[in-house]
């Protein structure tokens, strides 16, 4: 049995930075002034939407850098950014516990996909669960305001 690599310091600290503004906008939305709630709700819907795209870059950058990179991955990392805009522009059509709800789904979609499939630093699986659990408790609380109302 081998020892586990350690998740370097400074990753950990801006992963757990990289969160931050989920609770913050969840805060406002959930237990903020009345009047902030819609903006606490945008805020929040646009960042899970920058976090998609970020997460889906990331795999793309991994899959580029193998020596064969596989089309379906690349095609699949692709879709994420597309899935998050459709998600923040749906509030047209869809109400918003679909919104937050596709948001959790997605976090936890790519998560699954990134702890199975894995790619880069052994590490890398660890820090994916620790951060998608502290994206997942924001929404959660989000959703469950949303379903209140």
């Known amino acids: 049995m081998h020892a586990r690599v350690p998740v370097p310091p400074a990753v950990w600290v801006f992963g757990v930075f990289s969160i931050v503004p989920l609770f913050v906008a969840a805060g406002i939305y959930c237990y903020g002034p009345p009047n902030l709630a819609g903006p ?34 690349i095609g699949l990392s692709i ?14 059509k869809f109400d918003v516990v679909w919104q937050i709800s596709g948001f ?6 790519q998560w699954i996909w990134d702890v199975n499939d894995h790619e880069g630093p052994e590490w890398r699986p660890r820090l994916r669960t620790l951060l998608t659990a502290g994206a997942a408790i924001p929404l959660a609380f ?6 209140r109302m």
């Open 40 to 73: 606490g709700l945008l805020a929040l819907l646009a960042y899970c939407t920058g976090l998609l795209a970020f997460l889906g870059g990331i795999r793309c950058g991994l899959e580029f850098a193998r020596r064969i990179p596989r089309t379906y991955a």
């Open 104 to 109: 959790l789904l997605a976090f936890l979609l």
């Open 79 to 92: 879709i994420s950014p597309f899935i998050g805009f459709g998600l923040l522009v749906g509030s047209v």
């Open 142 to 147: 989000a959703l469950e305001k949303a379903l």
